[in-house]
């Protein structure tokens, strides 16, 4: 990773582009353009603005450079960028340095750098991008001449084949030099995936009265990439944000994001859009709305008494990214539609299959992995059709409201005759729990008849010691109730899957019952027993407590403290929290009360029940033998033992246990 000042150095000093290319003039109606336009356009540096835009955080770049220096990226919302979403990343840091390449790298190149993370390999993949070569003049001609001369150019002879207005505009030709040279492979890559995604796309623009092409604005927002995550927080083709998502109709819970399904967020996509183009009235503006929302944009239009998006995108407002958005848009749908035109030769290009799916409906939560085996494909396959899916499983359904999932084409008849064959013990289907008060993993893994590394690894778990009240819990559960979980069987498979993914599963009595208050049980003395002939006082540490103080307490010396309890020197500092439990073994009975510097340190604390030889107490749903230890001031260990329990996972309702030494 090169130090920050190379990748400044190398951010400012990117050579502008090789030849002038001066504009054609400007159609009747449109303004005149003024002599900084005609210099962006020969890529000169432009001249920054005095004063900075709304949107743009008053911060200046070496501000923002000190912060890259010393802070460390997050995720968010705990979920992983995708290499798709980081692509897109990069693609606007270079897209910044490309544009203005005269100028220092401002504040916003420098953001997207942050975004890319402090040690993210894509950061020296940006550098290397620089190097791409431009367009030659000997590619493969296409149904246009090569163009090689964007003054010449003529865009009235293209308008015919676009259902969109195109036209051409200063940055409307930085953009087609950007993806002919610096973006050149990330253009590349949305062409070839842009086969997959516009015979399924266009159709449903036309049929909600939308031009079809307004399918490039997905190409320009995500690279049809279903899986584009930005740092936003906005996600799928589309790049839908949660509320708006919703707004229009997309899903999104535990199960299922349907921001990233290419079909349901392409009829969002267009409802949002329709809804856009009647408010702000040109196509230019709903797409600057889509970017910054429509009330920035009619504010501005009001402003301003004009709907001329270049004549608004001119004056103070719209922050950069959106006054780029739709010369980028026009841009991409040029080349898109005529690559060898513009210096793209075919085998550049990987062309994607068109969507092809067939559709089956799923009437309960399933496996994945069975479904794929009863289709005879991969679950890759069945990820790549179904991308809202969140889980390995399909969302809770029924016979009366099922899940439809699609499956490659042509296997559907081969789903529906080999699914009902799969034996119960090869199937799982998935329940929800919520967790009510005093549930522990064990007792919720015991009630379904699973296991609770299984639970663990399907909530993305990696070990829990208390459960969260109220939450809800995913549970896979055997499909056959009754059927022998062998280790050929699906939950064993998932246990084994569980553990070699690092989950870890704490012992029965170790865990703490949801809802059990976070404050310390008892402090003080608690109980004092006579074992083999020895006092033993179990003893609740409190706040202020340290070892000495307590082996003053009971006049005994420390280094006996550590050797009943089992404690290094550096884990006595561990085992000191509030509320923890010491044995002290003392030669003498304690004081009632000791007080120090006037505050009482120590107290007889006696359990209910304590006092009665022999108490039994009937274990009630929902108990753990933890809680009933901390309801009558024993430990684990002693009821354990008095009651000769070796397994604490199976204890059944009504169990009569001795909670109180012979």
Known sequence: MPPFSLIFLVLSSVPPAKEAVPMPPP????????????????????????????????????????????????????????????????MRALEGATLDPGARPNAEVLQSLRRLGLANPLRQRMLDALEEPTFREDEELGELPLITDLSSFDVARVQPKYDIPVEMQPLVAQYIQFFQGPGRKWFRKWVSRSTRYLPVMQPILEAQGLPRDTVYLAMIESGFSPTAYSWAHASGPW??????????????????????????????????????????????????????????????????????????SAEKGLATETKHYVPKLI???????????????????????????????????????????????????????????????????????????????????????????????DRLTFRVHRVK???????????????????????????????????ELVVPVPAGRGAKADADSALARKVAQARRSGVTVMRPEDEVPAGTPRGPVATGPIKTESLNGRKRITYGVQS???????????????????????????ASKKALKVGSVLYVWPDSAPKQVVERAGTVIAQRAPAANAGRPGAVHELAAGESIWSVAQRYGVTVEDIKRWNNIKDTTRLPTGLRLVVKAP
């Open 27 to 90: 159609p009747p109606g449109m303004r005149v353009l003024g002599a900084q336009d005609k210099q962006l356009l020969a890529g000169a540096a432009t001249a920054r603005a005095q004063e900075p835009e709304a949107e743009v955080p008053v911060q200046s770049a070496d501000e923002v450079l000190e912060d890259l220096r010393n802070e460390s990226t997050e995720a968010a919302d705990g979920e992983e960028p995708t290499e798709e979403s980081t692509e897109l990343e990069e």
């Open 239 to 312: 790049q839908f944000i949660s509320s708006t998502g919703r707004q229009y109709g997309l899903h999104q819970d535990f199960w299922v994001d349907e921001r990233r399904d290419p079909i349901k967020a392409t009829y969002a996509a267009a409802r949002y859009l329709k809804d856009l183009y009647k408010e702000l009235g040109h196509w230019y503006l709903a797409w600057a709305g889509y970017n910054t929302g429509s009330g920035r944009v009619r504010r501005l239009v009001e402003r301003h008494g004009t709907d001329d998006f270049w004549v608004i």
């Open 331 to 425: 841009a991409a749908a040029l080349i898109a539609k005529h690559p060898a035109a513009f210096g793209f030769s075919e085998d550049e290009f990987v062309y994607e299959q068109a969507l092809r799916f067939d559709e089956v409906k799923i009437t309960d939560a399933t496996d994945l992995d069975v479904i794929a085996r009863a289709a005879g494909v991969s679950v890759t396959d069945i990820q790549e059709l179904n991308p809202e899916l969140r889980r390995w499983c399909t969302p809770p359904a029924s016979a009366k409201n099922p899940y439809v999932l699609r499956l490659p084409q042509g296997t559907a008849p081969r789903f529906a005759e080999n699914f009902p064959r799969i034996a119960p013990k």
């Open 437 to 471: 008060r005093g549930d522990t993993l064990s007792q919720i893994a015991l009630t379904y008849g699973t296991a609770p590394e299984a639970i663990l690894q399907m909530n993305q778990l990696k070990s829990v010691r208390t459960l969260r009240l109220g939450a």
């Open 544 to 570: 202020g407590d340290s070892l000495w103080a307590i082996a003053q307490r009971f006049q005994v010396n420390v280094e006996d403290m550590r050797k009943w309890n089992n404690l290094s020197v550096r």
